[in-house]
Every structure is written in C-alpha cells, then in structure tokens.
T-cell receptor
Framework: EDQVTQSPEALRLQEGESSSLNCSYT??????LFWYRQDPGKGPEFLFT???AGEEKEKERLKATLTKKESFLHITAPKPEDSATYLCAVQAQTGANNLFFGTGTRLTVIP | NAGVTQTPKFRVLKTGQSMTLLCAQD?????MYWYRQDPGMGLRLIHY???????AKGEVPDGYNVSRLKKQNFLLGLESAAPSQTSVYFC?????????FGSGTRLTVV
C-alpha cells in the first residue's frame, strides 16, 4: 500500500534561517514524486516533480532532492512569503496517474 | 486561460439534501480528479476520470457519484449529504504527470 509521511507537521523559522522538510514514502514502483505549495483557502500549487533517485531541482529559495526512500525540500534563507503548507505526493507506476498525498508541513517564517 | 474552475466556492447543506459540484478545465486535459481535504488527513482521492465518458473509484468513493459527459467538465454529486461529508473539495486535471488544481469548494453539512 502506498504511504507518504511528512515531517515535521509544523515548522517555525526566523527569516533567513535555512531548514529542510522531509517526505518519506513507500510505493509499489515510483513514477514520480511531487511537491506542492498550498496557501490558506487556495488549491495546491505545483512546485517540482522528481523521477529518479539522485535527481535535484531548484526554484528560487527551494531545492528538492530525491532518494529511494525519501525526498527533502530544502529552504534557503526563507522569507515571510514562503509561509505556506508544503505537500508531498507520490505517483505509482500502476494506476491512472493518481497522486497519493502526505498530510503536509505547515511552514511559518517570522520576520 | 482560467485553468481549473470550481463552482460553487462555498455551500451549506442540511443533512439529506443533494447537490452537485462542478469542475471545468480549459487545458484539454484527459485526466480529471476529485479530492477531499480534511484536517490531519491530507488530500484523499474520491473519484477520477481518464477521459470523456469514463469514471472510476478512488480511495474514498462512498456517498459520492461523478459524471464526465464532456471532456472539459467533471461533476461530483452528493445524493444525500451527511455531516461526515463536511470538507474542502478540490478538483484537478492532468495530461500526463503534472496536476493543476482548482481553488476548492468548502462544503458544510449541518
């Protein structure tokens, strides 16, 4: 059974204080691992897709990495506007492109 | 280019009432999905469609029905609403791997 566990549940950072969010996963053949950002009252917004262990992708202050068992979302020198819930999801090789989501990490960046 | 549009944005229902949530996408995507999001539970798949005229059950389909009569529209129906269906509902569409989400419908069943 597919499983995605995100940690921590919540994270408070001072502006400029770098940190990492973790996504551990179990899936019967990984097709892709996705990171989304969700602001309060809005739908998830796509950030990254990673397909194979060792892959890395960057966007502004965010960098996502992937191993065979987990993914990390590294946040470098965060700003208050980075405050959001970050969702991780896996897509199995079988099935109709369905995504299986973790419960998210709620990030707060304090000025 | 609106992406994925959900209507309504908010709704309050009484137990036993019925309603339909509408999802429309203008990206010509084949795949469409309905998820519900509850505190501490994450996004859970209700039903999905791999093309016009097709639908399939997801992780939590009980109490819901769906229809995909046109490629651009995916309807989610609640025939007899229950308080357990109080949630935020998200529609999404995709062409291969990437999903685009709508802004959600907040439904309260009293």
């Amino acid at each position: 059974e597919d499983q995605v566990t995100q940690s921590p549940e919540a994270l408070r950072l001072q502006e400029g204080e770098s940190s990492s969010l973790n996504c551990s996963y179990t899936v019967s053949g990984l097709r892709g691992l996705f990171w989304y950002r969700q602001d309060p009252g809005k739908g998830p917004e796509f950030l990254f897709t990673l397909y194979s262990a060792g892959e890395e992708k960057e966007k502004e202050r965010l960098k996502a990495t992937l191993t065979k068992k987990e993914s990390f979302l590294h946040i470098t020198a965060p700003k208050p506007e980075d405050s959001a819930t970050y969702l991780c999801a896996v897509q199995a090789q079988t099935g109709a492109n369905n995504l299986f989501f973790g419960t998210g990490t709620r990030l707060t960046v304090i000025p | 280019n609106a992406g994925v549009t959900q209507t309504p944005k908010f709704r309050v229902l009484k137990t036993g009432q019925s309603m339909t949530l509408l999802c429309a996408q203008d990206m010509n995507h084949e795949y469409m999905y309905w998820y519900r999001q509850d505190p501490g539970m994450g996004l859970r798949l209700i039903h999905y469609s791999v093309g016009e005229g097709t639908t399939a059950k997801g992780e939590v389909p009980d109490g819901y029905n769906v229809s995909r009569l046109k490629k651009q529209n995916f309807l989610l129906g609640l025939e007899s609403a229950a308080p357990s269906q109080t949630s935020v509902y998200f529609c999404a569409s995709s062409y291969s791997r990437g999903y685009t989400f709508g802004s959600g419908t907040r439904l309260t069943v009293v």
